[in-house]
């Protein structure tokens, strides 16, 4: 029975430790791409802009300009409004 209650044990502490593992990978990926965000370009050169609503990247000469930013022209995202 000991065994048994060890094993469940040690499942769940690798469990913990995965999972705050996992954590600091996704917090590191997203600083780094916060960093990067204004400096973001299509192959052409044109600078990527975000979609406030949705958070999509895309080429601002496919965005549309509102007042709290830049919008894209889903029609998903437009229904939102």
């Known amino acids: 029975m000991s065994k048994l ?3 469940i044990l040690f499942f769940i502490i690798a ?3 995965l999972r705050l593992w996992n ?4 917090n590191a ?3 780094g791409e916060a960093a990067a965000g204004a400096k973001k370009t299509t192959g052409d050169g044109e600078p990527m802009v975000r979609c406030v609503r949705c958070g999509v990247f ?8 509102t007042q709290a930013g830049y919008r894209c022209n889903d029609e998903a995202c437009r229904r939102r409004d």
């Open 5 to 7: 209650l060890f094993l």
């Open 15 to 17: 469990m913990i430790a």
């Open 23 to 26: 954590i600091r990978q996704w």
């Open 29 to 31: 990926r997203r600083r």
């Open 58 to 65: 895309l080429p601002r000469g496919e965005a549309r300009m």
